[in-house]
């Protein structure tokens, strides 16, 4: 069984960064597809970045050049750093895992995932 385990969430100020970690279960972050997303209140769940199994990695437009996602695998931590916050950024965060080498941009595709972490960004 695949777990995951999302922190790093918290409060900060426009302009701040944010560094969120994923503790996953053993071989998962170096056999799997793994991703970022986010869900805002009354908005559906969204991906923010993922990384393939061979490292590759990619961003959504709104994020890029802010966020960047990155894995170790002997640590099995995925990790999502942040920069350049703003209000829009304030979300639930989740981290996803699916038992491919590439990953696709929709939640139905991913049927691992953590608890979440909140961030808020405030203005």
């Known amino acids: 069984q695949v777990q995951l385990v999302e922190s790093g969430g918290g409060s900060v100020q426009t302009g701040g960064s944010l560094r969120l970690s994923c503790a996953a279960s053993?071989?998962?972050?170096?056999?799997?597809?793994m991703a970022w997303f986010r869900q805002a209140p009354g908005k559906e769940r969204e991906g923010v970045a993922f990384?393939?199994?061979?490292?590759?990695?990619g961003v959504v437009g709104s994020v890029k050049g802010r966020f960047t996602i990155s894995k170790d695998t002997a640590k099995n931590t995925l990790f999502l750093q942040m920069s350049s916050l703003n209000p829009e950024d304030t979300a639930m965060y989740y981290c996803?895992?699916?038992?491919?080498?590439?990953?696709?941009?929709?939640?139905?595709?991913?049927?691992?995932w953590g608890q979440g972490t909140q961030v808020t960004v405030s203005s």
């Open positions: 996803a895992a699916a038992s491919t080498s590439y990953c696709i941009n929709r939640p139905d595709f991913f049927p691992y």
């Open positions: 990384i393939h199994k061979d490292g590759s990695t």
């Open positions: 053993a071989y998962t972050v170096s056999e799997y597809c």
